[in-house]
């Protein structure tokens, strides 16, 4: 937010204002840019411009998702806040705006739905796929809010005299405590704490993961929400509780809206849907590199350079130890800076306990990352699932390398080619989004290795072209003895 947007948080109107059709918010959402007059949010704009100076106006995604938070414009026919589905690309300050929001809440105004009790018990709860994605959003908490009693993490021993409880879904699941008093649940990357979801056909329900060990946050959920289900499975939601959901994420997918509403997670109004996800990306200082490596040679060159027949590229979506070579390689050469951390991210299925060790012998360390887990110092090379990109929240963090960019061949088979391309040009701007998060200076840069001559390169190199990046790279990003021609 740039000091002269600051004001514009938040008034709210009962007319759906010019503006608001600009930044597409629903019909039942308006907002006009008239700075709101109360101490409450004055307080908390100075204390924003003071722990956050270098933080610019709000991006459209934020300004619609806190009007859709304070409008009573959106209330249900009930007389209650509607839900919220708030969707945008990574690094666009979701989880910044959220505990904002959060804060905004509990501090009560005229436009607050939160009653102003000083004795009341926790009115939110923020649920979070890691620990380190708490600790992101408890830092927030305390450098926006004066008083630090009015937020902890679960469950410490204030927490029921506490107005903002942070956890994971399995920490509320193992220390249990009732929150009589809760009025919102924040849900940041649901679909890292769901879990992959099965098919809606074609795919045996008794044997999926889902069903088989299901994720903490259902039962959670369940038990927040006053929803019971009987022995048989069937559930019943005569006692559910009047408590608002709002989920926050780059990838809510409509498997995960659907499993909401069946679940009774959300109110029988539908939520107000906000979804920035398809914006152009902003992160004009993030480099992108691409190299293809022959297969015989291991050499590398720049993808521009003449196909050979794709008739002769593997198909095998295994990483050959010729591309882990070009990995070792490549980070040896341009290394990411002190206190930094890169990212490996190689085709879904690939057993990452085998790429460690292939590092190893090539005296590259490496650490493999999961959700909930903090990079240890002095690793600075993660390993990761690319499934798992929507649950990692790494700081600092320089460089994600991609083997076998794109991954094309594991792309469903169930959807044509052009949609294919789509699906995984937009998974390439998801992990970008880990890289340049909003309002911190600095940059990175995604690298893209693929085998010479394979229909992986002919996919990066087609993503290159329609974006118009260079393919060359700098000699300060990798030696030019490197490249063949």
């Not at 390689?329 to 490996?344: C, F, T, W």
Request: proline share 8%; hydrophobic share 35%; glycine share 8%.
């Amino acid at each position: 937010m740039s000091r002269s947007g600051r004001g514009t948080f938040l008034r709210v109107d009962d007319d759906l204002s010019s503006r608001a059709r600009s930044i597409r918010l629903p019909s039942c959402v308006s907002l006009s840019l008239t700075p709101i007059d109360t101490g409450a949010a004055r307080d908390l704009i100075q204390r924003l411009e003071d722990a956050y100076p270098h933080v610019a106006k709000p991006t459209p995604g934020q300004l619609a998702f806190f009007a859709a938070l304070a409008s009573r414009a959106s209330y249900t026919r009930d007389g209650g806040p509607r839900d919220v589905y708030y969707q945008d690309r990574m690094g666009m300050g979701k989880t910044f705006a959220m505990s904002l929001a959060a804060i905004r809440l509990c501090e009560g105004s005229p436009n607050s739905l939160v009653p102003r009790s000083e004795t009341c018990a926790a009115h939110m709860l923020i649920l979070v796929p890691s620990t380190t994605l708490a600790a992101q959003v408890c830092e927030h908490l305390r450098r926006l809010s004066p008083d630090s009693t009015r937020f902890s993490r679960w469950p410490q021993s204030d927490g029921r005299e506490s107005r903002i409880l942070v956890a994971t879904p399995q920490e509320v699941e193992r220390d249990w405590i009732d929150l009589p008093h809760l009025t919102h649940i924040f849900l940041d990357e649901p679909d890292a704490m769901i879990g992959p979801l099965p098919g809606r056909r074609g795919e045996k329900m008794s044997t999926h993961p889902f069903y088989r060990h299901p994720p903490s946050l259902i039962k959670v959920l369940d038990g927040l929400l006053g929803i019971r289900v009987n022995r048989h499975g069937s559930r019943d939601f005569s006692r559910r509780k009047d408590v608002t959901t709002v989920w926050v994420g780059a990838g809510l997918s409509a498997g995960v809206k659907r499993l909401a509403r069946t679940n009774g997670w959300v109110k029988r109004e539908p939520p107000i849907d906000l979804d920035f996800s398809h914006d152009p990306p902003l992160q004009s200082n993030i480099r992108h590199l691409a190299l293809a490596v022959d297969a015989r040679s291991g050499e590398l060159s720049p993808v521009d350079t003449p196909l050979s027949p794709l008739k002769h590229a593997p198909v095998d979506r295994a990483v050959p130890p010729v591309l882990v070579g070009a990995l070792a390689r490549v980070h040896a050469s341009s290394p990411e800076p002190d206190g930094m951390h890169s990212l490996v991210l190689p085709p879904e299925g690939t057993s990452l306990d085998s790429l460690s060790r292939q590092l190893a012998l090539l005296e590259i360390s490496s650490f493999i990352l999961t959700p909930g887990q903090d990079p240890p110092n002095g690793t600075s090379l993660l390993l990761a699932r690319r499934s798992a990109v929507p649950g990692l929240h790494i700081d600092n963090l320089h460089t994600i390398y991609l083997l076998h960019g794109l991954d094309m061949a594991g792309a469903p088979k169930a959807v044509g080619a052009a949609t294919a391309s789509r699906q995984r040009e937009a998974w390439y701007d998801l992990v970008t989004g880990r890289l340049g998060r909003l309002g911190m200076a600095g940059g990175g840069k995604v690298t893209s290795l693929v085998m010479r001559g394979s229909a992986e390169e002919e996919g990066v190199r087609r993503l290159f072209e329609q974006r118009g990046w260079p393919t060359l790279p700098k000699q300060e990003e990798l030696p030019s003895d490197m490249l063949t021609s």
